[in-house]
């Protein structure tokens, strides 16, 4: 029987593996019986592996040759800028949207690039990223609700850098609001209901050993972040827990991508400066790109070769001509190595990791109508290693203020009733949540 109504929890950047680690340790005991009752999976994200490319992987059912969004900001043809990816980016309907058209009716709360908010049958509070709240909310009527709750799109991530516990404290403050606003939403009409809680991916950013390590300064404010989400989880199955279990509503839990510790960051473009494919006069953010220049990154792993058309002094030219280039630009840093002081047996040893796990010709890893955008090369980190561009740094591996990084592997899924398929790529999870509601994925 299907139930034709579906509830939707997003939990960004939790993988399978972190969530069963928290329910055995008694952090998140709701979510641990769910696991049980519903034999949870990991998931496989597309590259890049960040939220806005997962998200829209996830709702759409396609990839980012389909939907256009190969990150957080794309290249401005015939200049050096770039612009913040929207949701007037998006190329392909996503799972609300297919509601719609079939009659039905939906919630859709803190999805990231929902921004801004499109009209729906039902209503919206866009997600990450949301600069201006009254652009974010549908139907405008909704946004004095959320004013007088003190509702906040975002929590002051900026004091991370400084102040992490601080940070903390103002993630649980803003997430108490979104949760109160989730639960009132579940007693309006609506066939599709989907929440997702962002603020589990910037306690994983700022706080990743504090989930693991029990004496580590922040790991009550850590956990309690968790223990709030886990809360929500209870009361969201003490509300609908017996129409999941009778079949009449589907609930699905899942991230977008899984997590895990930094042992570096690397700065391809200095990477990039040191083998001489990016040329650069000047001191960011006022450097120039010269006209020598053969290629240049742009978060998180995207690699762009210096095309002319794409870029104002560019000067190669996609096709044959630039073979040779892409495959020498993969193979050296697909060989580039990290060197770090590891434990073993006989005491600390100097050993040489690969960060680059692998290197993708953007052709063969997209397809799609918008294929024609994607990155040349997109670079797939190895465990422990955050892709970034890194202009601005001063040499190809440092560490920021940041503790925990993206992994591509891992995600976490859940689904019930239980689902007979269940699919390992994010695009797949639309096709069930398709299927919950009695309506077509997207072609």
């Known amino acids: 029987m299907v139930p034709r109504r579906l509830i939707f929890l997003g939990l960004d950047g939790v993988g399978l593996d972190l969530a069963s680690f928290l329910a055995e340790r008694g952090v998140m005991p709701h979510l641990g019986r769910l696991l049980e009752l519903g034999r949870a999976w990991s998931t496989a994200s597309p590259l890049p592996e960040v939220s806005p490319v997962c998200w829209t992987n996830m709702f759409s059912g396609q990839g980012p040759g389909g939907h256009g969004i190969y990150g957080f900001a794309a290249p401005v043809a015939g200049s050096y800028r770039i612009t913040p990816c929207d949701s007037t980016m998006v190329k392909t309907p996503r799972i609300w949207e297919l509601a719609g058209g079939a009659g039905l009716s939906s919630v859709v709360l803190n999805v990231p690039l929902t921004y801004p908010a499109a009209p729906l049958r039902g209503c919206m509070v866009s997600g990450f990223v949301t600069p201006d709240l009254a652009k974010g909310v549908y139907p405008p009527e909704l946004l004095p609700r959320l004013q007088a709750m003190g509702y906040r ?3 002051e991530l900026d004091t991370g850098r400084s102040d992490p516990a601080a940070m903390l404290a103002d993630v649980a403050q803003a997430l108490a609001v979104r949760l109160e606003l989730f639960q009132e939403t579940w007693d309006e009409a609506w066939d599709l209901w989907v929440g997702v809680i962002a603020d589990t991916d910037r306690v994983n950013h700022f706080a990743w050993p504090a989930l693991w390590e029990p004496e580590h300064e922040l790991t009550q404010a850590a956990l309690g972040v968790y223990r709030q989400v886990d809360q929500h989880v209870g009361r969201l199955w003490q509300r609908f827990g017996d129409e999941v279990l009778a079949g009449d509503t589907a609930l699905m839990i899942a991230a977008d991508h899984s997590f ?3 042992v570096s960051e690397v700065y391809l473009n200095q990477w990039l400066i040191s083998e001489g494919y990016l040329r650069v006069q ?3 953010p006022n450097e120039r790109i010269l ?15 210096h095309r002319a058309g794409l ?3 560019g000067s190669v030219t996609p096709g044959p001509e630039a073979e040779p ?3 020498e630009i993969a193979g050296k840093l697909a060989g580039l190595r990290f060197s ?3 434990q073993g047996p006989g005491g600390p040893r100097l050993e040489s990791q690969a960060p680059v796990a692998r290197v993708h010709l953007g052709r063969e890893l997209y397809s799609g109508p918008e294929a024609k955008h994607a990155p040349d090369l997109v670079a797939e980190p190895a465990h422990g290693y955050s892709l970034r561009g890194g202009l601005d740094r001063a040499g190809v591996f440092g560490l920021s203020h940041l503790t925990g990084t993206h992994r591509p592997k891992g995600g976490l899924a859940l689904m019930l009733p239980e689902p007979e398929d269940k ?3 994010l695009d797949g999870l639309c096709r069930l949540m398709a299927g919950a509601l009695g309506i077509e994925p997207a072609a």
């Open 311 to 313: 870029f104002p002094g």
């Open 260 to 262: 895990g510790p930094i």
């Open 291 to 305: 006209p020598a220049t053969k290629a240049l990154a742009l978060d998180p792993g995207r690699i762009y070769l």
């Open 340 to 342: 770090r002081l590891a």
């Open 153 to 155: 799109p975002e929590a």
């Open 325 to 327: 280039l892409l495959q």
């Open 282 to 284: 000047g001191a960011p």
């Open 423 to 425: 699919p390992v790529e």
